[in-house]
């Protein structure tokens, strides 16, 4: 561990300006399904279900949406794709107060295909400003900022609607995603480094979606899998408990372990694969709910789970700017972004469902051993390819570009 590293990462031309851009552009981004949510709820008179629908409309389009949004930043260049996701950004928040829930739903979805992808835009920017030997620290930077931000968007979105209404809420998270909008179109950071520029040209899908790449972006699932279930189960604890009161300070409390375990990876030299720290993530899940009981054990069982989120996240990151080349690194985030956002998507009905036909303590338990399951799986299906690419390097002694890395 070496903090001396972040020092150095700091001193680089452009980061700490981008880094302060891009944390002031997730927060409304981080804002946005919780006001979606109060608004649902509180203005149109419809339940948590009607509300969870809308969050699922826009899952889903986010989807679909984010590797779309990467080719397009690949293809055309950062200001074509800020420009369209603005302008459809605008017009869904400004007018979102007027619409009935139905076409509310049709339009969270549609609008969802083109968001804004600043979570996407801020690793494709630091790779970019970033040596390979920086890029570990600046990536771990860069989850810690997400935490960050998510500590502040929900608790802004709660603030406007109690103090307001939801309709503020729309407007002022809409007038801040333009305002992220119109910021990084005139920043215009880089995408690609100038040494990538050179070589900026395009291979087709198939060779660079390899099984190596695949199976980061299943670890990427399963992180988030197990991040989002855990989540679930703590609010439940806490209902169970009594303690709901205290569901914002324990979310600081995850939030700042993931920050401290953050900090610590980014200053490491030789640093652990994203399975591994997808399994130990899954794995440190299940005992949480043993604690589930008590308010102050439950708080320091959560800790040593996080203090894992985001390293998974910043390692997974740094493994695909190894694995995919840069002409095609936006597409590559935004799948990387439809992997965290399928994970959220079902890490939070499978704790769910759990939790409902028995306690809190057992969505933790399901929760991580579905990460678990999914790094053990991922970690038998590489054997089984390494087992398969030595058979066929012995039958065929010449080297063979399908050779796993």
């Known amino acids: 561990m070496n903090p001396a590293k972040y020092l150095s990462l700091l001193r680089l031309p452009g980061i700490r300006p981008a880094m302060l851009l891009m944390l002031l552009a997730r927060i409304p981004t981080t804002a946005s399904g919780m006001t979606l949510t109060l608004h649902v709820v509180l203005s149109l008179d419809r339940g948590y279900g009607a509300a969870g629908l809308v969050g699922t409309a826009s899952t889903i389009g986010i989807a679909l949406g984010a590797p779309l949004m990467g080719r397009l930043t690949d293809r055309r260049g950062l200001r074509t794709m800020l420009a369209l996701s603005t302008v459809t950004e605008g017009l869904f928040w400004f007018t979102a107060p007027a619409l009935s829930y139905p076409v509310l739903l049709v339009t969270a979805f549609l609008t969802g295909l083109t968001i804004l992808p600043v979570m996407s835009i801020g690793r494709q920017v630091l790779t970019a400003l970033t040596p390979v030997d920086h890029r570990r620290t600046a990536l771990a ?11 502040a968007g929900p608790a802004l979105a709660v603030l406007l609607t109690t103090s307001a209404s939801s309709r503020t809420a729309l407007w002022t998270v809409g007038a801040a995603m333009v305002a992220a909008g119109i910021a990084l179109w005139i920043a215009n950071p880089p995408v690609r480094s100038e040494e990538e520029e050179t070589h900026a040209e395009r291979p087709p899908r198939r060779e660079w979606l390899t099984a190596p790449v695949l199976g980061v972006l299943v670890t990427s699932c399963g992180a988030i899998l197990v991040l989002a279930g855990m989540e679930v189960s703590l609010v439940a604890a806490l209902q169970e408990q009594g303690q709901i009161q ?35 993530l899954g794995l440190l899940a299940i005992p949480v709910g043993l604690a589930s009981d008590n308010l102050w054990l439950l708080a320091a069982a959560l800790v040593p789970a996080n203090m894992l989120a985001a390293p998974v996240i910043a390692s997974t990151g740094e493994v695909i700017t190894k694995l995919t080349p840069a002409s095609v690194r936006g597409e590559a985030m935004g799948l990387q972004g439809s992997a965290f956002t399928l994970g959220a998507a079902a890490g939070a009905p499978l704790a769910g469902f759990v939790i409902d036909h028995s306690s809190s303590g057992w ?14 799986l991922g970690a038998a299906l590489d054997h089984r390819a390494k087992h398969t690419t030595k058979n066929n390097e012995k039958a065929d002694p010449q080297p063979t570009s399908q050779s796993l890395p």
């Open 363 to 376: 969505g933790f338990a399901a929760t991580g051993a579905a990460g678990a399951a999914i790094a053990a």
């Open 246 to 280: 205290w569901t914002g300070p324990l979310v600081i409390v995850m939030c700042a372990a993931s920050l401290m375990g953050g900090f610590i990876y980014g200053g490491l030299t030789n640093a652990p694969t994203p399975r591994t720290l997808m399994a130990s």
């Open 141 to 151: 930077m860069d989850s810690m900022a997400v935490e960050v931000a998510y500590m």
